[in-house]
């Protein structure tokens, strides 16, 4: 009987608990195979390889990026062999990089607390190609407008 209660417990209490991603095609990902038709207000449109990435808590990532190639950027700071911070949001669905991944990104500009360029990313869904901007906002610890429908 205590093996039907706590089996019972267990089954009603998992799905409250589960945090993970219900399709791997509804995951997100940092890199555009096309450049969008209908651009996103996008300051930086470049090819990146990622050469440190880190989840700071489960919102938040980071990502060490080097530049390839450039596409559009808003001053020189932004050329190939650059290094460029990236932040972006974090969740069950992605986006699920590593080390050593390459694409192109899509992103806005901003800065850190001491003036460096930081990137803001927008992301795309692999199963539909749906477009997330970046909740910059969020990002710092604050909630905006722009970070509601996030």
Request: glycine letters at 8%; charged letters at 20%; aromatic letters at 6%.
């Amino acid at each position: 009987m205590r093996y039907l209660i706590a089996l019972v417990l267990c089954v009603l209490l998992a799905p409250t608990q589960v945090l993970a991603c219900r399709e791997a095609i509804m995951e997100d990902t940092l890199f555009f195979d096309a450049i969008p038709e209908m651009q996103p207000d996008a300051d930086v449109i470049a090819k990146v390889i990622l050469l440190d990435v880190s989840v700071l808590d489960f919102y938040k990532g980071t990502a060490t990026a080097k530049v390839l190639h450039v596409l559009k950027a808003p001053d020189e700071r932004v050329h190939p062999g650059s290094m460029i911070s990236m932040k972006f949001m974090v969740s069950s669905c992605g986006p699920n990089h590593s080390s050593g991944n390459e694409g192109t990104i899509v992103a806005k500009a901003g800065a850190d607390g001491e003036g460096h360029l930081e990137l803001y990313p927008y992301m795309r869904r692999y199963s539909d190609g749906r477009i997330t901007a970046p909740c910059m906002g969020r990002l710092h610890g604050q909630i905006t407008d722009s970070c509601a429908n996030n």
